[in-house]
């Protein structure tokens, strides 16, 4: 009889386990200009689903699609453009239905509000310009072909920095450690000391289009699945245009 009870009090106390302890898990591998939306979005949706943690990383598309293919667990990926998305994809490491537009963003060049410059024929006035590696940050190369396009690559080649990130040029701006920043305008609505200098026309890159998906595992994940719908939702959107990105 006593085994019995206890066997019956050690169910009992199980079935009573706070949710969390069988909390589902959903691993993002997200580009680092999203980090305050995302990280609101997740936040929301955690509230109203508490059986749901995050695992959350960001960084350059480039770098994160990289992690992916080398193994990193991750349910989804969110790049800062296409190219990444279907470099993962031709690797078969993206449930290829799933891809889908989050939202799409806009390019700009801020530094200090006394600096007089109004246009990519002004970038030779200043002698340090942050620039996300083209390599692996997209912005870094939108940035480059608004350059090339603009016919400044010449005179602004010696005058580039390299960053890991559009955050990491933006922190550069806003410490002084150099004259002009190419960031998103989202980033830009971030700064504190940095001011807009000048939107850099489209014409000079393509449009800025943030692509989604499940990755295989995460296609198999229920809760990856449902906040994946969730990012598509009327709620989503309000929180996207909050922090200054375009819906198309």
Same mark, same amino acid.
């Given at each position: 009889?006593?085994?019995?009870?206890?066997?019956?009090?050690?169910?009992?106390?199980?079935?009573?386990?706070?949710?969390?302890?069988?909390?589902?898990e959903?691993?993002l591998?997200?580009?680092?200009?999203?980090?305050?939306?995302?990280?609101?979005?997740?936040?929301g949706?955690?509230?109203?689903?508490?059986?749901?943690?995050?695992?959350?990383n960001?960084?350059?598309?480039?770098?994160?699609?990289k992690?992916?293919?080398?193994?990193?667990?991750?349910?989804?990926?969110?790049?800062a453009?296409?190219?990444?998305?279907?470099?993962?994809?031709?690797?078969?490491?993206?449930?290829?239905?799933?891809?889908?537009?989050?939202?799409?963003?806009?390019?700009?060049?801020?530094?200090?509000?006394?600096?007089?410059?109004?246009?990519?024929?002004?970038?030779?006035?200043?002698?340090?310009?942050?620039?996300?590696?083209?390599?692996?940050?997209?912005?870094?190369?939108?940035?480059?072909e608004?350059?090339?396009?603009?016919?400044?690559?010449?005179?602004?080649?010696?005058?580039?920095?390299? %960053? #890991?990130? &559009?955050?990491?040029?933006?922190? @550069?701006a806003?410490r002084?450690?150099? =004259?002009?920043?190419? +960031?998103? /305008?989202?980033?830009a609505?971030?700064?504190?000391?940095?001011?807009?200098?000048?939107?850099?026309?489209?014409g000079?890159?393509?449009?800025?289009?943030?692509?989604?998906?499940l990755?295989?595992?995460g %296609? #198999?994940? &229920?809760?990856?699945?449902t906040? @994946?719908?969730?990012?598509?939702?009327? =709620?989503a959107?309000? +929180?996207? /245009?909050?922090y200054?990105?375009?819906?198309?």
């Amino acid at each position: 009889m006593k085994n019995s009870t206890t066997k019956l009090l050690c169910l009992f106390t199980l079935l009573l386990l706070p949710a969390q302890v069988l909390a589902g898990e959903v691993k993002l591998s997200v580009a680092a200009s999203l980090k305050d939306v995302v990280n609101e979005l997740a936040d929301g949706f955690a509230a109203k689903n508490p059986g749901v943690r995050f695992l959350k990383n960001y960084g350059g598309s480039g770098a994160l699609a990289k992690q992916i293919e080398n193994g990193a667990p991750s349910d989804m990926y969110i790049s800062a453009n296409l190219e990444w998305m279907s470099y993962l994809k031709n690797k078969k490491l993206i449930e290829a239905a799933s891809i889908g537009t989050f939202t799409h963003n806009t390019l700009v060049l801020i530094g200090s509000a006394g600096k007089k410059v109004s246009g990519m024929r002004d970038l030779s006035k200043l002698e340090r310009i942050a620039i996300g590696s083209p390599n692996s940050v997209p912005a870094g190369a939108y940035a480059m072909e608004a350059v090339r396009r603009s016919g400044t690559d010449k005179e602004v080649e010696n005058k580039l920095v390299l %960053a #890991r990130d &559009a955050r990491d040029c933006l922190n @550069y701006a806003e410490r002084g450690e150099v =004259e002009g920043a190419f +960031v998103y /305008r989202t980033d830009a609505l971030q700064a504190k000391k940095a001011a807009v200098l000048f939107t850099v026309p489209q014409g000079l890159y393509p449009l800025v289009i943030y692509p989604m998906a499940l990755t295989v595992t995460g %296609a #198999r994940n &229920a809760d990856a699945a449902t906040f @994946y719908r969730f990012l598509q939702s009327a =709620e989503a959107k309000v +929180v996207l /245009r909050k922090y200054g990105f375009a819906l198309k």
